[in-house]
């Protein structure tokens, strides 16, 4: 199905649309910003987003729950994060049905949702999101 379009403003101040990045892979994370457990996954996604940082991948950390704008900036600030931070992204998550934190998109080249992960429950989730970057990557053209 395809991925809901939506544009929201990076850490940088600039905006950033899923529709402009059409023809990359984008892996989507929805971040609770006082959440521990979404601490911990950002840091496995900036190894991903490292992983990929050759390809045409764009990795994007979508801050929910934040008190405020700084908060969401401290977040990716204190642990370092490389990839695109986009602020005020509770009602984005709203859009993409998203139940818990963290939670995992990966679209493909073409804007159709390829992987969704829920929670980092499962020891396997950072394997099956590289997998779906991948398999994304190798066939973006693809109809699925």
């Known amino acids: 199905q395809q991925a ?3 544009e929201l403003v990076a850490l940088d101040g600039k905006p ?4 402009s990045l059409r023809g990359s892979v984008v ?4 971040i609770a910003v006082p959440m521990g457990s979404s601490r911990k996954a950002s840091q496995e996604v900036n190894k991903l987003a490292e992983t990929f940082k050759d ?3 764009k990795v994007l950390g979508v801050a929910a729950r934040a008190k405020d704008d700084e908060a969401a900036r401290k977040y990716f600030a204190d642990l370092g994060l ?7 992204g509770d009602d984005v998550a709203k859009q993409f049905q998203v139940k818990g934190f963290p939670s995992f998109y990966v679209i493909d080249r073409e804007g159709k949702v390829v992987r969704f992960i829920q ?3 499962d020891p396997t989730w950072t394997t099956r999101l590289q997998d779906a970057i991948t398999a994304a990557l190798g066939d973006g053209h693809a109809s699925k």
Do not use: M, Q
């Open 16 to 19: 950033v649309s899923l529709e």
């Open 27 to 30: 892996v989507v994370e929805f």
């Open 119 to 121: 929670g980092t429950g």
């Open 82 to 88: 490389s990839y695109t931070g986009l602020l005020k």
């Open 55 to 57: 390809k045409p991948v």
């Open 4 to 6: 809901p379009n939506f």
